[in-house]
């Protein structure tokens, strides 16, 4: 089974530009989760979505930041414009409802703002 | 303070070793814990889940949770050096929620 697809695995790009991420949840997860991950804060969840309606976004961190979920099977995080500062690895996960369902996270996107 | 406090190492063990890694919280409301493992530049992947207090064993692996205290354990028998990773305690209020992290605690399995 395929599992969380997150594209690309590795972006550089210069400060200013606007960065797309993308991901593909689990088939008949209803729940998706956006995190960031530095060496300073660790794993902080940035904002999630249940049945492709965004639920709490309180992690983001400012108005540069932006999330949407146009179907089931796709979300996108951007950035724009992108800082140093939000160099860090960016994590997807997804989820079904029901009882002890653990989140399956993708193998993030490393992203570096120079 | 952080909701979540765990010691992010690295801690360091020869094979074979019986390895303790703990989290303590702040949020009384939480009843759902877990452990994940990361390995480098993978994403974290769930190794035990437990609800409420008690303990949870799989295999080499035992998950302790005493609410009282607010303090969680995973503790990790005969470590192989497969074994080495980060390891993260995470935790939510309610089934599927949201999950606040522990920062994440780096263990070496040496052979």
């Known amino acids: 089974d395929a599992g969380v697809i997150q594209s690309p695995r590795h972006e550089v790009t210069e400060m200013g530009q606007e960065v797309t991420l993308r991901c593909k949840p689990i088939s008949g997860h209803d729940y998706l989760f956006w995190y960031r991950q530095t060496m300073m804060r660790g794993l902080e969840l940035l904002i999630y979505?249940?049945?492709?309606?965004?639920?709490?976004d309180s992690g983001m961190p400012e108005d540069r930041f932006s999330a949407k979920m146009p179907n089931a099977s796709f979300s996108t995080l951007k950035i724009q414009p992108s800082e140093p500062r939000d160099s860090a690895v960016y994590f997807c996960?997804?989820?079904?409802?029901?009882?002890?369902?653990?989140?399956?996270f993708g193998d993030g996107t490393r992203l570096s703002i120079l | 303070q952080k909701e979540v406090e765990q010691d992010p190492g690295p801690l360091s063990v020869p094979e074979g070793a019986i390895v303790s890694l703990n989290c303590t919280y702040s949020n009384s409301a939480f009843q759902y814990f877990m452990w994940y493992r990361q390995y480098s530049r993978k994403g974290p992947e769930l190794l035990m889940y437990?609800?409420?207090?008690g303990n949870k064993e799989d295999g080499r692996f035992t998950a302790q949770v005493d609410k009282s205290s607010k303090y969680i354990s995973l503790f990790i028998r005969d470590s192989q050096p497969s074994d080495s990773a980060t390891y993260l305690c995470a935790m939510s209020a309610v089934e599927g929620g949201k999950l606040i992290f522990g920062q994440g605690t780096e263990l070496s399995v040496k052979p």
């Open positions: 437990t609800y409420s207090s």
């Open positions: 979505f249940n049945n492709n309606v965004p639920i709490d």
């Open positions: 996960a997804s989820t079904t409802t029901g009882r002890n369902q653990p989140q399956h």
